[in-house]
């Protein structure tokens, strides 16, 4: 078994790492990181900084919040460029922008490093479940690598092609998985507005051709009340940034996800960003009262 570099251990990364560590991987993770102590009674070793995670490591792999952090992370001063030698293989995660993961990859493949976009879907649920899917762009033998690795971690894993092309399946993704929130948001809400028995609706629909795992999850998180985050708001938002930049670059249009992003800057407005993107319903609510 290869050991392993993980760096960013959030809501996502830490029980994606937490997999790999009772998988039996040897996994090297940054002192600094809030779930440092976690990750440590499991197993883990910890270091200062990304050079050295790399050197400690046969494969590193990042989930970080966006294209600046990963960027810094793998070009920085002490970055995982400066610690990784040829042969070793580099796979993020993390969702950025595909621009970002092609120049990435271009800077690692030069000094002879394998690497691989491989965003995911599947929320934090996913992440604890190891039932995440995972879009990879890289070429093939660095994908046949990292297989074993992902099925830690996933279960709906797909190469799609070359390198930036996993970032822009999850781009697509994050259209889809955002437009379907905000109608099974208008859904509820006008079966709540219309006075019947939402839970009933939510039921029915779940029989019928509307059924989905957005309206599964998030249509039992509105009947609940429960906007804790699986997914926050803001960072569903800096996706869609993500899309529009790439939408605008190829002269694509998309204007349901356009919209979407205006509801969730509304949110973010009015400090509400950390909360979870099902309360997209929310806005619904207020506009109507």
């Keep these: 078994m290869e050991t392993i570099g993980f760096i960013g251990l959030g809501i996502m990364g830490r029980p994606m790492c937490l997999h790999l560590l009772s998988s039996g991987y040897q996994v090297t993770v940054l002192r600094g990181s809030s779930s440092a102590g976690i990750l440590a009674e499991a197993g883990a070793k910890l270091v200062e900084n990304p050079l050295e995670v790399a050197q400690n490591s046969e494969v590193v792999i990042t989930c970080l919040p966006d294209s600046p952090e990963v960027e810094s992370i793998v070009l920085g001063k002490n970055g995982l460029l400066e610690g990784l030698s040829k042969g070793k293989l580099y796979i993020d ?49 660095a994908f046949d690598r990292a297989l074993p690795i992902f099925e830690k971690m996933g279960k709906n894993i797909v190469r799609i092609g070359e390198a930036g092309s996993g970032q822009v399946t999850k781009a697509c993704n994050q259209i889809v998985v955002a437009m379907n929130i905000q109608a099974v948001a208008e859904a509820l809400n006008l079966a709540r507005v219309a006075g019947v028995d939402v839970a009933k ?23 609940d009340r429960n906007f ?20 605008d670059q190829l002269n694509v249009p998309v204007p349901g996800a356009s919209l979407v992003a205006k509801q969730m800057d509304r949110l973010i407005e009015q400090g509400k960003g950390d909360l979870d993107h099902s309360a997209l319903a929310l806005l ?3 506009d109507h009262s």
């Design 93 to 141: 995660m993390s969702t950025i922008a595909p621009s970002t993961a092609t120049k990435v990859h271009q800077a690692l493949t030069a000094k002879g490093i394998q690497a691989l976009d491989a965003p995911v879907s599947g929320g934090e649920g996913g992440a604890k479940s190891a039932s995440l899917s995972i879009m990879v762009g890289g070429d093939q033998a």
């Design 228 to 247: 804790q985050p699986g997914f926050k708001i803001k960072l569903h938002k800096k996706d869609l940034n993500i899309v529009l930049q790439t939408s």
């Design 201 to 223: 609706v939510r039921e029915a629909l779940l029989g019928g051709f509307a059924q989905s795992r957005i309206l599964e999850v998030h249509g039992q998180r509105y009947i």
């Design 284 to 286: 619904l609510e207020e």
